[in-house]
C-alpha cells in the first residue's frame, strides 16, 4: 500500500506490519539509529518478543518513504485499541468522544512504545520528507476511518513542523538532569545549595550503607544470568505499577543479544545476590534511566540506583544529561531540572479537534507555569536554572512514587 506525497513529488510512502519487512541499515540510516529506542535492533526487539503485536493492543504499521527507490525516511507507528504505555495521557479525551457517541479506538500512535523519551518520530534528513509523512499518517487515517493519530516525545523541530500543518501540539514536562561540564559529583554537588550538599551526601552515605556493592555494567560485563534478576525486578515494579507488565521476559533475552552495547545496568547486590536494579540506556549524548526494581526494600537505595548513579556515569562518559523518565518531582531535590516534552495531536472530528485546541492552550500556559514555579525551587546555588533559595523538599523514603518505576 503507498501513499504519494506533495512533496517531493517522487515520494512514495509504504506501511510495514513488522520491522522485518526492512533491512536494518535503510532503517537506522535515516537518522533512526542515532537514538537508541528508535533503532531496528530495538523495536524488533519488541516485536520478536511479543511485547508488541499480537493482542497487546499495540498493532505495527510502521512508515517508510522512498524515493528513487531509496529509503529517506521513517515512522514507527502503531494502532493502538487502548492508551497504555503512551506516558503522554489521553485517557480523559477517549472518555469524552466516546461519550459524545464516537468511536476512539483504534487510533494511530506514532511513538516508541512504553518509552517516555523525547526523540525523533518523522525520521529523516530533509524537512519536506517528514512533511510527506505527516502527510500520510493523515491519509492512513482518513482511509481507515479512525479517530485521530498521536505523535508523543517528538523533537521541537517536529512539532513546529505539526503545528504549521495544523497539528495540534502539546506541552508536558519531565525532569532532566544536565551535565555542566562537571568532573566529577563533588563538582556537580559544589553547585548546590549549602543544605542540599548536606541532604545528598547523607542520602548517598545511608543508601550504600545496605550492605552490599553497586556496580555498573555495560556491554559483555552483562550477562545472561543479570537479566533473570533484573526481570524478577521488573515484574514486581510492573505489577504494582500497571497491573502487569508491559515488556515479556523475552524482551530482556533481545536485549542481551542485540542490545547489551547500548545499556547501563546498575545493580545493587549482597552477599553476591542482585536485590535491585535500575536499566539505563546509552544515546550519543544522554543517558535514558528506564526500570527500576527490587527484591529488598533499603533507605533510598531507589535514589541511589536511578538517579546519582546515573549521574555518576554520565560525568564519567562526557554525556550532557541524563533523562530519568517520566515525571516524578522528587528529582527536583537531586538536582534534575523541569524540561518541557512535546507531542502532536490530529483528530477528524472538527468539534472535538476545536474543543481539544482550547483546552491544550489552557493546559499549556498552566504547564509553563508549573515549570516557572519548579525551577523557583531547583536547589542550585548558582547555574543554568539560577536562583539559589534552598529546596523545601526533604529527602523522601526509598519507595519509587507511582510514575517512578522506569527510574
Known amino acids: 500500500m503507498t501513499f504519494p506525497a506533495s512533496q517531493p513529488p517522487a515520494l512514495t510512502v509504504w506501511v510495514l506490519s513488522a520491522l522485518s519487512g526492512i533491512d536494518a541499515s535503510e532503517w537506522d540510516a535515516t537518522g533512526a539509529g542515532d537514538n537508541p529506542f528508535t533503532t531496528h535492533r530495538f523495536l524488533s526487539a519488541l516485536e520478536r518478543s511479543g511485547s508488541v503485536g499480537g493482542r497487546s493492543g499495540w498493532t505495527p504499521a510502521h512508515l517508510v518513504a522512498r524515493l528513487d527507490e531509496a529509503v529517506v525516511g521513517v515512522a514507527p507507528m502503531y494502532a493502538k485499541t487502548h492508551s497504555q504505555g503512551e506516558y503522554i495521557f489521553d485517557h480523559a479525551w477517549a472518555d469524552a468522544y466516546q461519550r459524545a457517541g464516537g468511536e476512539y479506538y483504534p487510533k494511530l500512535q506514532i511513538a516508541v512504545p512504553f518509552t517516555p523519551a523525547t526523540g525523533p518520530r518523522l525520521i529523516a534528513a530533509d524537512p519536506a520528507v517528514q512533511a510527506g509523512l505527516l502527510q500520510a499518517i493523515q491519509s492512513v487515517a482518513n482511509q481507515a476511518g479512525l479517530s485521530g493519530a498521536h505523535i508523543t516525545f517528538c523533537t521541537a523541530q517536529e512539532r513546529a513542523l505539526g503545528e504549521a500543518a495544523g497539528w495540534l501540539a502539546r506541552t508536558t514536562q519531565q525532569f532532566h538532569w544536565m551535565n555542566d561540564g562537571y568532573r566529577d559529583y563533588d563538582d556537580f554537588l559544589g553547585r548546590l545549595s549549602s543544605r542540599k550538599r548536606k541532604d545528598l551526601r547523607k542520602e548517598r552515605a545511608q543508601a550504600q550503607a545496605f550492605g552490599g556493592a553497586i556496580r555498573a555494567l555495560t556491554g559483555d560485563q552483562i550477562e545472561a544470568a543479570h537479566w533473570d534478576a533484573f526481570w524478577t525486578f521488573y515484574q514486581d515494579t510492573g505489577a504494582r505499577k500497571w497491573g502487569h507488565p508491559y515488556l515479556t521476559r523475552a524482551f530482556f533475552d533481545e536485549m542481551q543479544a542485540t542490545m547489551r552495547d547500548d545499556i547501563v545496568l546498575i545493580l545493587a547486590e549482597r552477599e553476591g545476590r542482585p536485590i535491585a536494579g535500575a536499566l539505563n540506556f546509552i544515546g550519543p549524548d544522554c543517558l535514558y534511566g528506564r526500570y527500576w526494581g527490587c527484591i529488598e526494600e533499603h533507605p533510598f537505595l531507589h535514589f541511589e540506583l536511578c538517579y546519582h548513579q546515573a549521574i555518576d556515569w ?13 515525571q516524578g518531582g522528587h528529582k527536583l531535590a537531586r538536582g534534575y ?13 472538527r468539534r472535538f479537534r476545536a474543543a481539544l485546541a482550547d483546552y491544550l492552550t489552557d493546559e499549556g500556559e498552566m504547564m509553563q507555569g508549573e515549570m516557572d514555579e519548579l525551577a523557583g525551587h531547583a536547589p542550585f546555588r548558582r547555574g543554568p536554572i539560577g536562583g539559589g533559595a534552598d529546596s523545601e523538599h526533604g529527602p523522601a523514603d526509598c519507595r519509587p512514587s507511582r510514575e517512578t518505576s522506569e527510574g
Open 314 to 326: 554520565a560525568i564519567a562518559h562526557g554525556l550532557s544529561r541524563v533523562e530519568a523518565g517520566a
Open 337 to 349: 531540572v523541569p524540561v518541557p516534552t512535546h507531542s502532536l495531536h490530529w483528530v477528524a472530528d
